[in-house]
């Protein structure tokens, strides 16, 4: 079928649409939801003062507090996701925003809780969970907040931060309507007469054209646009950083980056081992992209030659249905019960396939309403892509679907680091069974590409942005103007170096300075690099599931069954992985130089 970026919602078939009645019946039962929950905010504060009382005391304030949360986490979902159908629609993103603010207000009322759990006498912790089992869900979160002791503040100073998160998140929420709904996307007429107006989605699509011109008219007016609004951007990214120094320099940390990885226990040495590991093995992403000249058959290779495809006479193209077909059969070494969930994704409507006017851009999973099921966001074109994204964010599906199953609600929410393992393994399977599917030199050629894409996308790409941001997070905490202007040329700096620019191995035309605006996951501290490091784990995973590893298999279901149970650190490795040495990224590059080895024989 079509997949039209401005065509109307309601001329998409009912089937490729997700179904919100499981969350709510209607936005008037959402209503009725909400304001129980608000009505519950207040009976949190029976507990201040009296949390060390008893056992019981205790857990009487968790279990309501977890319970407020996990009520709220299921009106975000709807909320948000009825925003995202159409980012025009004035009454749902006003829906989204009383979620911001209604959570800003349960974390008010609970902003005691942390500092009066850490006055306890020594041993009280340990006392109370042995004498009361309704506290064994909160043993790992009681743990974690003794850990992080020296970064909470007083009750008052606790309420103070919390008042201040819809201010805060401001930035955010402003860089996504403009984005997403008020941006003037540029109109470019193709090499066959066609006026496109480059969307998100539709920018997507063109810039991946088999036409060198197409591909190159679309990237060179999107970021062109883009670069119009540099001011703008540079503002709302200004803002962003300042939040960070904020709630960073509140809690007693010495950088942004300390206080983002501190949450989910990550060692910043893992955060610059990682992008002094990529810069090290820049050579083996050069040999990439000379890979990608010679396929191409340019003599020069350009920015906008990136996301061409490899083999001019290969067009993978797969409906829903040969996708769902493909991946249920991709992911038959995770078991029957992991293939089974797969199918009920598709028939019980937990995707929304295909994009239209006004829809959120890109693709995600959304796992918050516990009690329900996950959800995915597509913006689904029909290329191998597609489906290969498909195919990604069924993962982060499944790993929600487990640990919401497995987990009590107060540890099944998993930490960014390990979210990202689940989607990228999922691509591995299916590259590998679409290669063992398919014997055409052409193909196979195709598909070989596509494992290196990812790779370029997953591993250089994030890593390349993390770097950037580094850079821009440290501008900022060293009092430098952070503009559109400074970031437009930092990023520039930082994008010709990792593409070889300056030795001939890729051209980075001017406009692409102006790409830092386009990712919004910048709005997202210190977040892109989780893609490359989960990527890595799930490359070493994958090789032993892959192999027929009965061991390595039943690890990875308990890996996705274990939520937030522990630190990402301690899950991967329990998990049989150790993402605080260099091997991760060593075995990914060796495979990367393989898959050369054999790309380059096929030639």
């Not at 059969?329 to 994704?345: C, F, I, S």
């Not at 489906?387 to 107060?410: D, V, W």
């Not at 605006?517 to 709005?523: A, D, E, K, L």
Request: hydrophobic share 40%; charged share 20%.
């Amino acid at each position: 079928m079509s997949t039209t970026v401005d065509r109307p919602r309601s001329e998409i078939p009912e089937q490729y649409t997700w179904k919100l009645d499981d969350v709510y019946a209607s936005s008037e039962a959402w209503r009725t939801a909400k304001d129980e929950v608000a009505a519950g905010l207040p009976h949190l504060r029976q507990h201040a003062g009296t949390l060390a009382a008893s056992a019981a005391t205790l857990a009487d304030a968790l279990e309501l507090l977890y319970g407020l949360e996990k009520e709220l986490s299921r009106l975000f979902v709807y909320a948000s996701m009825l925003a995202d159908q159409d980012t025009r629609d004035a009454a749902h993103e006003g829906m989204r925003q009383q979620m911001v603010q209604l959570a800003a207000s349960l974390a008010a009322e609970a902003a005691y809780i942390e500092p009066e759990i850490l006055r306890f006498p020594d041993g009280t912790v340990a006392r109370f969970l042995e004498a009361e089992a309704r506290l064994a869900p909160y043993r790992f979160l009681l743990q974690d907040i003794a850990r992080r002791a020296a970064h909470t503040l007083s009750p008052a100073e606790e309420k103070l931060l919390a008042d201040a998160a819809p201010v805060a998140g401001a930035s955010a929420t402003v860089y996504t309507i403009l984005s997403n709904a008020d941006f003037p996307y540029p109109a470019v007429r193709l090499h066959d007469g066609r006026e496109v107006t480059l969307t998100p989605a539709a920018f997507a699509a063109h810039r991946a054209s088999r036409h060198r011109d197409d591909r190159a008219l679309a990237m060179q007016q999107y970021f062109g646009s883009l670069g119009r609004f540099a001011r703008t951007f540079g503002s709302t990214m200004s803002a962003n950083l300042q939040r960070a120094i904020f709630y960073a320099r509140a809690r007693k940390y010495g950088s942004t980056l300390e206080a983002a990885l501190d949450g989910p226990n990550i060692p910043v040495s893992v955060y610059t081992r990682l992008v002094d590991g990529v810069n090290r093995h820049l050579p083996s992403f050069h040999r990439y992209l000379a890979l990608r000249r010679r396929m191409l058959g340019v003599d020069e290779l350009h920015y906008y030659d990136l996301y061409a495809p490899l083999v001019e006479s290969v067009d993978l193209a797969y409906s829903p249905e040969a996708s769902q077909r493909h991946i249920v059969d991709a992911m038959a070494p995770l078991g029957r019960e992991y293939t089974d969930v797969l199918r009920r994704a598709f028939a019980e409507r937990w995707i929304d396939f295909f994009p239209s006017a006004g829809k959120r851009s890109g693709a995600y999973s959304q796992g918050g309403a516990y009690d329900v099921h996950p959800y995915m966001l597509l913006n689904y074109n029909g290329k191998y892509d597609d489906m290969s994204t498909l195919a990604h964010e069924l993962g982060h599906t499944m790993h929600s679907y487990f640990s919401n199953r497995t987990q009590p609600y107060a540890t099944a929410g998993y930490h960014t680091f390990v979210a990202e393992v689940a989607s990228t393994f999922n691509e591995s399977l299916l590259n590998d069974h679409m290669l063992g599917t398919i014997a055409d030199p052409a193909q196979r050629l195709a598909l070989l590409g596509s494992y290196l894409e990812g790779i370029k996308g997953t591993v250089f790409r994030q890593t390349q942005f993390a770097e950037f941001e580094l850079a821009m997070h440290r501008l900022a905490e060293a009092g430098e103007p952070v503009t559109g202007e400074a970031l437009a040329a930092l990023y520039y700096e930082i994008t010709c170096r990792y593409y070889g620019h300056a030795q001939g191995v890729a051209v980075v035309d001017d406009y692409i300075r102006h790409e830092w605006s386009y990712i919004p996951h910048f709005y997202r501290s210190f977040y892109v690099f989780q893609y490359a490091t989960s990527f890595t784990a799930s490359q070493a995973l994958a090789q032993k599931v892959k192999a027929g590893d009965a061991d390595a298999t039943r690890r990875m279901i308990e890996f996705l069954s274990s939520g937030g149970s522990d630190y990402p650190i301690a899950l991967l490795a329990r998990a049989g992985v150790d993402m605080t040495t260099g091997e991760p990224l060593e075995l990914t590059i060796a495979a990367m130089n393989r898959v050369m080895d054999e790309m380059e024989r096929l030639l």
